[in-house]
């Protein structure tokens, strides 16, 4: 296993290359895939809900950009709209969010967070950034700038598939 100074000589050399090889981008992929993998699944536990992942998310997604019809939001989390219904329903039950007849039709709903279903949201956020902030203040200078350059990095790569 490389050390963490090897690991970001490595991908300096892969960006430095004009060509990085199919193998070399390949395995980085893994090993990216891996670690943010791990480290999401790090950051759940940390959060300490009975929500799913996908509960989370979707709450997280209507606290942000809700009010929200099921379509919607199963649109914007990448799942079927009777996925989305299904976890609506759940949260409800929760009390984390709440129905209101969708003015544009009638034969729809949207779905808003109710003031504990914010709170339950930040909260959860709290908990993660808190344990992520307790294993940064444990890294050296040097790896505190390369993570923040690959947040950078990561967010770009987010973004391209938003488009």
Not at 70 to 87: G, K, M, N, W
Request: overall charge positive.
């Amino acid at each position: 296993m490389a050390t963490t100074s090897e690991a970001i000589r490595a991908v300096a050399a892969i960006g430095e290359s004009e060509a990085a090889s199919p193998a070399t981008i390949s395995e980085l992929a893994a090993r990216l895939r891996l670690a943010v993998t791990r480290l999401a699944r790090r950051l759940r536990q940390e959060a300490g809900t009975d929500l799913s992942p996908s509960q989370t998310a979707a709450l997280a997604t209507i606290d942000a950009h809700g009010p929200l019809t099921p379509s919607e939001l199963a649109s914007v989390e990448r799942v079927q709209r009777p996925t989305a219904t299904r976890i609506v329903a759940r949260l409800e039950q929760e009390g984390l969010v709440e129905r209101a007849a969708d003015p544009a039709d009638g034969r729809s709903f949207i779905v808003s967070a109710t003031a504990q279903g914010r709170a339950l949201i930040r909260k959860l956020r709290t908990r993660k950034n808190a344990y992520l902030a307790r294993r940064l203040r444990g890294l050296d200078a040097e790896e505190v700038a390369a993570l923040a350059q690959a947040a950078e990095i990561l967010e770009r790569l987010q973004d391209g598939e938003r488009g």
